[in-house]
T-cell receptor, first 115, second 114 residues
Framework: DTGVSQNPRHKITKRGQNVTFRCDPI?????LYWYRQTLGQGPEFLTY????????KSRLLSDRFSAERPKGSFSTLEIQRTEQGDSAMYLC?????????????FGDGTRLSIL | KQEVTQIPAALSVPEGENLVLNCSFT??????LQWFRQDPGKGLTSLLL?????REQTSGRLNASLDKSSGRSTLYIAASQPGDSTTYLC?????????????FGGGTRLMVKP
C-alpha cells in the first residue's frame, strides 16, 4: 500500500476565497471518507463515498462545502466563500468494502488557515 | 447520537511504566472500535481494531480490550517508551450507519519521560 495521499499539506487563504483539496485513497479501497479536525479535538465526520456515490453527509457539511469522487478514485473537497471558522485540519481516509474488520486508513491531512 | 469520551485528557509517565488509556461510548450498538495514534501535525495511524464480537486485540506492546455492554474500551501499553509519546484517539463506528463513519473521542495526550 502506498497510503492515502492528500494535497496540499497546507493552505493559507483570505476569508471569502474558494479552496479545493485533493485526496488519493489507497488504490484498492472503494470507500473514501472526509473528516475535519480542529485543534485539541478529535476528528468529526463530514462525508463518505462508496465508489463514486456520495452516500452520507454530516450536518457539518454546509452548502458552502461540496465533495466529489467522479471516477471512484481520487476525491476533491471544495469550500466556497471561506470563513474564519473553516480553519481546521481536513483529513481523508479510505477503506475496503466489507465487514467490521476493515480499518480506515488516514492521510496526513490538509491544514487550512483562513486569514 | 453516539458520544465518545477519553480519560484522561493528558498523561505523563516515566519510561518503562505500564499504562492504561480509557475510552467510553454511549451507544453500545457498535460495529467496531479503533485505536489510533496521531503525531503532531500528522494524520492518524491505526493501531488496533476490535470488532464488536471480539473482546480484545493485541499488537506488540499494545493490548486493547472491549466491553460493549458497559460501553468501554481500554488501551494498555506495556513498558512505555519515549517513542510512545503522542496523542491516542479512540473511535467507534455504529451499527446504525453500517460502520460508515467514525465517532472520535477527544484524545489522550501521552508523554513518556526518559
Amino acid at each position: 500500500d502506498t497510503g492515502v495521499s492528500q494535497n496540499p499539506r497546507h493552505k493559507i487563504t483570505k476569508r471569502g476565497q474558494n479552496v479545493t483539496f485533493r485526496c488519493d485513497p489507497i488504490s484498492e479501497h472503494n470507500r473514501l471518507y472526509w473528516y475535519r479536525q480542529t485543534l485539541g479535538q478529535g476528528p468529526e465526520f463530514l462525508t463518505y463515498f462508496q465508489n463514486e456515490a456520495q452516500l452520507e453527509k454530516s450536518r457539518l457539511l454546509s452548502d458552502r462545502f461540496s465533495a466529489e469522487r467522479p471516477k471512484g478514485s481520487f476525491s476533491t473537497l471544495e469550500i466556497q466563500r471561506t470563513e474564519q471558522g473553516d480553519s481546521a485540519m481536513y483529513l481523508c481516509a479510505s477503506s475496503r468494502e466489507g465487514g467490521s474488520n476493515q480499518p480506515q486508513h488516514f492521510g496526513d491531512g490538509t491544514r487550512l488557515s483562513i486569514l | 447520537k453516539q458520544e465518545v469520551t477519553q480519560i484522561p485528557a493528558a498523561l505523563s509517565v516515566p519510561e518503562g511504566e505500564n499504562l492504561v488509556l480509557n475510552c467510553s461510548f454511549t451507544d453500545s450498538a457498535i460495529y467496531n472500535l479503533q485505536w489510533f495514534r496521531q503525531d503532531p501535525g500528522k494524520g492518524l495511524t491505526s493501531l488496533l481494531l476490535i470488532q464488536s464480537s471480539q473482546r480484545e486485540q493485541t499488537s506488540g506492546r499494545l493490548n486493547a480490550s472491549l466491553d460493549k455492554s458497559s460501553g468501554r474500551s481500554t488501551l494498555y501499553i506495556a513498558a512505555s517508551q519515549p517513542g510512545d509519546s503522542t496523542t491516542y484517539l479512540c473511535a467507534v463506528s455504529s451499527l446504525n450507519n453500517a460502520g460508515n463513519m467514525l465517532t472520535f473521542g477527544g484524545g489522550t495526550r501521552l508523554m513518556v519521560k526518559p
